[in-house]
């Protein structure tokens, strides 16, 4: 039995909204690819699907992680948007840091604003991050402040930064 080339092995539907980017080697780049046929290549562009879960916990991939960072942002950005809410929003930056947080069991230290409009500075060690079914994006963590596991809500927290120890910081 012959042995099947890698095109023979393409599906024709897998490839129909595929898009080809042509890349060469310097100002060749503009070239026609019959004239570059020895150092271009092509690079297809296959729309995919990725499925992100709600929930983000320590075991996470942490590429289904960096995922989740973006699609979480995206869809609050894209509801509230759309929504009579209060305009304030969780920055993609806040996500970031809560999500490394908990993907290297670290912790963060945050300006929180309650419900109430109080705000207390707060250390957390996330145990999850997840995309709330109001399509708020909100941490499950230990609170120093409090000393029991809550719920927070990313948009309510004003400042973030991650808790680094003295063996972390790199010699100035």
């Known amino acids: 039995m012959p042995s099947k080339s890698p095109d023979d092995l393409l599906e024709p539907d897998a490839l129909k909204d595929?898009?080809?980017v042509l890349r060469g080697e310097g100002s060749?780049?503009?070239?026609?690819?019959?004239?570059?046929?020895s150092?271009?290549?092509v690079t297809f562009t296959v729309p995919t699907t990725v499925q992100i879960p709600r929930t983000i916990t320590p075991q996470t991939d942490p590429q289904t992680a960096e995922y989740a960072v973006r699609?979480?942002?995206?869809?609050?950005?894209?509801?509230?948007?759309?929504?009579?809410?209060?305009?304030?929003?969780?920055?993609?930056?806040?996500?970031?840091?809560?999500?490394?947080?908990?993907?290297e069991s670290g912790a963060v230290t945050v300006l929180y604003e309650d419900a109430k409009h109080e705000q207390t500075a707060r250390t957390l060690y996330p145990s999850?991050?997840?995309?709330?079914?109001?399509?708020?994006?909100?941490c499950k963590a230990y609170c120093t402040f409090r000393q029991r596991t809550q719920t927070f809500r990313l948009d309510r927290m004003r400042c973030v930064h991650p808790v680094t120890f003295p063996g972390e910081v790199a010699a100035a």
Do not use: C, K
């Open 18 to 20: 595929a898009r080809p």
């Open 28 to 37: 060749r780049d503009a070239l026609p690819p019959t004239r570059l046929a």
């Open 39 to 41: 150092t271009a290549y």
């Open 71 to 103: 699609a979480f942002y995206g869809v609050t950005y894209s509801w509230h948007n759309h929504q009579d809410g209060d305009g304030v929003l969780a920055t993609r930056d806040t996500i970031q840091a809560v999500v490394t947080a908990l993907m």
């Open 128 to 138: 999850a991050v997840m995309l709330t079914e109001e399509h708020y994006v909100a």
